[in-house]
């Protein structure tokens, strides 16, 4: 069974930084892709960074792209994946997901992703 386990949001003002963790155990999850998505209030769950099984980013929103930089560290089965974001902006308010994909190919299709973190609230303010 898969596990994972996210931390690292909070209130932060604008022009901030947050460093979000999920670490990923159980399966396979050190050969599967894993990416960070999120979703604010009234919208739709969206991919932020999506990295491959490598641990090579392959995609990035273009509203983070510049101040937000994806990363994993897999060892002894488990994956632990980090999501740095600088220069935070109001706009980017939402719960933050990880999700560990069902194969080793990125993809920002959710429908892609079979596991998912609880999820973790980062707030911007103003």
């Known amino acids: 069974q898969v596990q994972l386990v996210e931390s690292g949001g909070g209130l932060v003002q604008a022009g901030g930084s947050l460093r979000l963790s999920c670490a990923a155990s159980g399966g396979t999850v050190i050969s599967c892709a894993v990416g960070w998505f999120r979703q604010a209030p009234g919208k739709e769950r969206e991919a932020v960074a999506i990295?491959?099984?490598?641990?090579?980013?392959?995609?990035?929103i273009d509203s983070v792209k510049g101040r937000c930089t994806a990363s994993r560290d897999n060892a002894n089965a488990k994956s632990t994946v980090y999501l740095q974001m600088n220069s935070l902006k109001p706009e980017d308010t939402a719960v933050y997901y990880c999700?560990?994909?069902?194969?080793?190919?990125?993809?920002?299709?959710?429908?892609?992703?079979?596991?998912w973190g609880q999820g973790t609230q980062v707030t911007v303010s103003s």
């Open positions: 990295i491959d099984w490598l641990g090579r980013p392959t995609y990035y």
């Open positions: 999700a560990v994909g069902r194969g080793p190919w990125p993809s920002e299709d959710l429908n892609d992703y079979s596991y």
